[in-house]
């Protein structure tokens, strides 16, 4: 178990060292870009972020046989478009917060229109990197629907209107599917797709990354017990809580059972979902 | 002269028609979004726009022999860019505009928070339609970097930071080449290449399309003249500017030499921009 614990360390490790590498060299240098933009995407992208998403990424080629080295495009694509969400939902208008890890956001540090600029970049950087030769149309495809109104940005919407009193299960649970759930789906079928597999597996792996998104959002949830966003504390206590991320981890293992040992660190993701419970 | 002004406005008026029903069908319908989203979205793009950047993909795809029906998604992609654009500059940390086209900017109808989103959701739209197998990768990059951080945002971030005082022609016609021509330039360059054209012809045409967008953007100087925005007038007088216009032109006529009397919208377009000068 240790020994697990600590192979799935260094494969995180390995990750992050591999995509900041990549993601130091995507972003414009300061000849590119206005100085603003220049040192905002740095400042963004490079705030110690765990990385999970490029991780899940990997690990779905590794999963399939595949080298992770060819998931690289997508790993910095859905990692880009995450951190450019962050940017964005930290915003006044939106979740109106100050501090991210422990830093001023991008909105503090320069100003409003700047964050706004600045995580658009990224957004749209994320595309510059994905569209290539070697890349099939089906996963920049994939990423934008993920990232788009039927995806995140559409969870973003009902989460800004959601009313703690008035919402059930359901609702919330298809909030966190769109808000968190789509872009771990993406990361774990990206990874998959790129490590070479096609067909109805993949839709497997895609569900893998699903599950995964509930539970860590949950588990979210529950280490932010405060917080006023949508939360299924609102209608759920903390041990049912704790009971639910124990199923989606469940299910995300089940959705991998026709894999073989390649599947290691996808397994060991999920797993470690539960270590992280409060 | 009455009559090529005539099949122009015939063609605009089909390109039209032909954008807006792609548009209709491209955007999330009510049970596919939030409700904010699929209103704003609408709003956004139903706005009574010209399309004069479909219209361009169209004609460039018709200057070399192809069916301007095969640009169609070029032509989505660009106008959904350009639209969220729109969104994001009117909000208040950016130009701080109530109005647009004689209606509420969607900040104003709906609220600040909404307008980000609805924008965000404009531009992943772009790509998820832009993404498809028909589709050769290097049309979605090319859109991304006319896009992000190297072009259109960039150019808004040094237009945001602009000091009129202290600019001089170079700096001002380097925003215009960013902010404004960049969506122009990819437009004339994808709907040739979606047209079937490929080598060193391809980019003769995007150089027309950056000199029409910077002759469009020197003629919306003209006719702005009290904007605070970035403005040629801040160093050129009206005659000058006018000049200007023409040369560019010119030099937009110039790069489409080659081409038979197919490139007769690409020429009607750059023709059309001298009509307009005040």
Request: glycine share 8%.
């Amino acid at each position: 178990m240790s020994g697990a614990s600590n192979s799935l360390e260094a494969f995180l490790a390995q990750s992050r060292e591999r995509i900041d590498k990549c993601l130091d060299q995507v972003l414009p240098s300061a000849d590119e870009a206005p100085v603003s933009l220049h040192e905002g995407m740095r400042y963004a992208v490079f705030s110690g972020g765990k990385r999970l998403r490029p991780a899940m990424a990997f690990a779905g080629a590794l999963a399939v046989g595949g080298d992770p080295e060819d998931a690289l495009p997508a790993a910095a694509a859905v990692e880009l478009v995450h951190t450019y969400s962050l940017v964005h939902d930290d915003l006044p208008a939106m979740d109106d917060d100050d501090e991210r890890r422990g830093r001023p956001t991008v909105h503090v540090r320069w100003d409003e229109a700047t964050a706004i600029l600045v995580g658009s970049a990224l957004f749209a950087e994320a595309f510059a990197r994905l569209a290539s030769e070697r890349i099939p149309p089906v996963v920049v495809e994939r990423l934008a629907r993920a990232a788009g109104s039927r995806g995140l940005l559409g969870g973003q919407a009902d989460d800004l209107a959601f009313e703690p009193g008035s919402a059930d299960l359901a609702v919330i649970t298809g909030i966190h599917a769109r808000k968190t759930a789509a872009l771990f789906e993406f990361s774990a079928w990206s990874g998959a797709r790129l490590g070479g597999l096609e067909g109805p597996e993949l839709e497997r792996i895609a569900s893998y990354g699903h599950h995964y998104g509930l539970g860590f959002q949950l588990v979210d949830d529950l280490l932010d017990a405060d917080s006023e966003e949508c939360s299924v504390l609102s209608v759920l206590d903390a041990e049912t809580t704790r009971q639910r991320v124990r199923e989606e981890v469940e299910r995300a293992l089940a959705a991998l059972q026709s894999l073989g040992v390649g599947a290691w660190a996808l397994r060991g993701l999920a797993e470690h979902l539960t270590e992280r419970l409060p």
